[in-house]
C-alpha cells in the first residue's frame, strides 16, 4: 500500500525553512570566505598545528574524564531513589545554562591556589591547576559532563530492567550485573553522550580561558587561537575556525552514524 502524500502547512514550512537558513547561512559565509589558495600553507603553520594537538588531546582527557565520572553519576540518577535527587538533576544540568565565563571563575575560586581545594592539593601535593594543560581538561570536562549525564541517563531510563532483574536472579552480583549487563544495554547511550561531551569540549572557550589562560602550546586550544587570530588576521581566524567546523562535523556524522546506525 502506497503511503499518501503529505501536504505540509505554509505556516510551518515557512518558519522550518527560515529557521534552517538561519542556521546554514552563517556556515555558508565561512565556506565562502575561505581562503582555499593559501589553505595548505596556513595549515602547515607551527601554531595551527599546535593549537590543534592541544585541542584534540585536551578534549579526548576531558571525555575520558566524563565517561569515568559521569555514567556512574548518570546510572545514581536513573536506578537510586534517594531524597533531593531532583535537586541533584538540576545541578547537574546548571553548566548548560552558566555563562561558561562564570564557570571559569567558579573553577578558579574552587581550584585556584587561594581555592576551597586548589589551596590544599598545592600545599599538599605541590598540584597547581589553574593555567595549565590540566586545568585545560578540566574547564572542558566541567562544561561538556551534562551532555554524557543526560545521554546515559536517558538510555538507563529506556533499557529493559528485566535483563538486570535476570541477571541478579541467577546470582550475579551489582558490579558484575552492572558491568556484563546494563552497560552492554546501554552503549550506544553512553557513545552518543561521549561523543557529544567531546564536541562540546573541543569547542569550549569561556571557561577555558578564564580558568587556563591562553597559553601557546600549554593552553592555547583551537577556538582560543581563533579569538586571538580574529585581532590580527582574519584569514587565520577562518581557517582555524574551518578546521573546527570539519572535525566537528565529521565526528558527530561519521562516529555517532557508525555507533548508533543511524542515517
Do not use: H, K
Request: hydrophobic content about 55%; aromatic content about 8%; charged content about 15%.
Amino acid at each position: 500500500m502506497s503511503r499518501r502524500r503529505q501536504r505540509v502547512p505554509l505556516a510551518l514550512l515557512l518558519p522550518a525553512g527560515l529557521g534552517l537558513l538561519f542556521l546554514v547561512l552563517p556556515l555558508v559565509g565561512l565556506l565562502a570566505r575561505a581562503p582555499w589558495t593559501s589553505l595548505p600553507r596556513r595549515l602547515a603553520e607551527p601554531g595551527v598545528r599546535t593549537a590543534l594537538r592541544l585541542s584534540l588531546e585536551t578534549a579526548t582527557a576531558a571525555t575520558v574524564l566524563c565517561v569515568v565520572l559521569g555514567v556512574p553519576l548518570a546510572w545514581l540518577l536513573a536506578r537510586v531513589e534517594f531524597p533531593g535527587r531532583r535537586l541533584v538533576r538540576a545541578l547537574v544540568t546548571v553548566p548548560l545554562v552558566l555563562p561558561p565565563v562564570v564557570g571559569g571563575v567558579a573553577l578558579l575560586l574552587v581550584f585556584g591556589r587561594r581555592g576551597l581545594l586548589g589551596s590544599w592539593l598545592d600545599a599538599t601535593f605541590g598540584v597547581t591547576l589553574p593555567f595549565t594543560t590540566a586545568g585545560v581538561v578540566l574547564a572542558e570536562a566541567f562544561v561538556a559532563m551534562p551532555f554524557l549525564v543526560i545521554a546515559v541517563e536517558g538510555a538507563l531510563r529506556g533499557a529493559d530492567r528485566r535483563y538486570e532483574e535476570a541477571a541478579a536472579t541467577l546470582g550475579a552480583g551489582r558490579w558484575t550485573t552492572f558491568t556484563r549487563v546494563t552497560l552492554p544495554l546501554v552503549a550506544p547511550g553512553v557513545a552518543a553522550g561521549a561523543v557529544l561531551c567531546w564536541a562540546r569540549a573541543l569547542g569550549e572557550f569561556g571557561a577555558t580561558i578564564t580558568f587556563a589562560g591562553n597559553y601557546p602550546g600549554r593552553t592555547q586550544t583551537m577556538p582560543l587561537a581563533v579569538y586571538l587570530a580574529l585581532e590580527t588576521d582574519l584569514q587565520a581566524a577562518i581557517v582555524l575556525s574551518l578546521i573546527l567546523l570539519t572535525v566537528s562535523v565529521a565526528i558527530l556524522a561519521g562516529l555517532r552514524d557508525r555507533w548508533l546506525g543511524t542515517t
